[in-house]
């Protein structure tokens, strides 16, 4: 993935998933005691990200099958729900692909 192309995913990364991760993900997936032994909260960079991609993959597929966040949980909305799974995919895929 050419420079700019990361300097602007880490800008999406910081100005809207992070957003979006804490406002559903985080209550219950961050820190020691993160639901399911998954802490999302720890993951700040693009490489981080493909560090943990089997834990994205796994995210990805929560999201698709509408499993995350619970009902009882702050809902996603659609266009938010797409734009997730789309830019973890696109992240991993295309950061792995560029090295």
């Excluded at 100005?15 to 720890?42: I, Q, R």
């Amino acid at each position: 993935m050419p420079a700019a192309d990361q300097a602007q995913r880490q800008r999406e990364l910081e100005a809207k998933v992070a957003p979006l991760l804490s406002k559903h993900c985080y209550d219950c997936h961050s820190g020691a005691e993160a639901d399911a032994g998954l802490a999302l909260d720890h993951f700040e960079t693009l490489s981080s990200y493909l560090k943990g991609r089997v834990v994205w993959e796994k995210v990805i597929e929560k999201l698709q099958l509408d499993a995350m966040p619970p009902p009882d949980a702050s809902e996603l909305a659609p266009a938010e729900r797409q734009f997730l799974v789309t830019w973890i995919r696109d992240t991993i895929n295309d950061f792995e692909c560029g090295q």
